[in-house]
């Protein structure tokens, strides 16, 4: 396949009892749709919603209905042009071989930190690029502050120099936001918010699991 932007476009990846395992690039998700197992069966399939119901499709199929898709409603997908024809991202894949039970917890990483305050300073409440934030640490480890998700927070580098090494109240600062562990991937919440991937909700139960991504 040429290189192509729809090549980094996510899809959720399912397990073969239907539970959201991560989220993964377009092109890791074709790599598994073309794949097989030993016995020359086929290790993934897509999952797409129609009409309220989820069907599933194998990568022939699937190219089929892309043609169809690309005359008459090209705007409802991202796209990978092949040699021959273009077939359509899709945003659900289901492992058939794979039934592990997905991980519980979210990963305590810069990236999710990143993720949960949305790039706000926890300080002034602006928003920032990531390269113009920080991490806080609310109570400072000088005063036995612990890197954990309660005490971690997004912070601009103006806030961040205000505040030195001392807690928000001794710096006369307040947090816009207390800062909590989330209890879903906050990344994930942050894809929910584009229609694109509104078929995701279904397999997003909060109460159960939390997608890992990579």
């Given at each position: 396949?040429?290189p192509h932007?729809?090549l980094n476009?996510s899809v959720l990846?399912?397990?073969?009892?239907y539970?959201?395992?991560?989220?993964i690039s377009?092109?890791?998700?074709?790599s598994?749709?073309?794949?097989?197992?030993h016995r020359?069966e086929?290790?993934?399939?897509?999952?797409?919603?129609?009409?309220?119901?989820y069907v599933s499709?194998?990568?022939?199929?699937?190219?089929?209905?892309s043609r169809?898709?690309k005359?008459?409603e090209?705007a409802?997908?991202?796209?990978?042009?092949?040699?021959?024809?273009?077939?359509?991202v899709?945003r659900i894949?289901?492992?058939?071989?794979?039934n592990?039970?997905?991980?519980q917890?979210?990963k305590?990483n810069?990236?999710?930190?990143?993720a949960r305050?949305?790039?706000r300073?926890q300080?002034?409440?602006?928003k920032f690029?990531t390269s113009?934030l920080s991490?806080?640490h609310?109570?400072?480890r000088?005063?036995d502050?612990e890197?954990s998700?309660t005490?971690?927070v997004?912070?601009?580098l103006?806030?961040n120099?205000k505040?030195g090494?001392?807690?928000?109240?001794?710096?006369n600062?307040?947090l816009?936001?207390?800062p909590?562990?989330?209890k879903q991937?906050?990344?994930?919440?942050?894809k929910?918010?584009?229609?694109?991937?509104?078929?995701?909700?279904?397999f997003?139960?909060?109460?159960?699991?939390?997608?890992?991504l990579t």
């Open positions: 396949m040429a932007s729809g476009s990846m399912l397990n073969a009892h539970m959201a395992l991560r989220i377009a092109k890791r998700a074709f598994l749709l073309f794949k097989q197992n020359n086929q290790v993934a399939e897509i999952v797409h919603v129609e009409k309220g119901q499709y194998d990568f022939d199929d699937w190219a089929e209905l169809f898709r005359e008459f090209p409802e997908h991202d796209w990978i042009r092949t040699v021959r024809f273009d077939i359509a899709p894949i289901r492992v058939l071989t794979y592990r039970v997905p991980r917890s979210v305590f810069r990236r999710n930190i990143y305050d949305r790039n300073c300080y002034c409440g602006k690029n113009e991490l806080d609310v109570v400072p000088s005063q502050g890197a998700w005490n971690i997004c912070c601009c103006k806030c120099v505040k090494g001392r807690t928000p109240a001794q710096a600062m307040k816009t936001t207390v909590v562990k989330p991937s906050p990344v994930v919440n942050i929910l918010s584009e229609a694109k991937y509104s078929s995701w909700k279904h997003l139960d909060h109460a159960y699991w939390n997608v890992e």
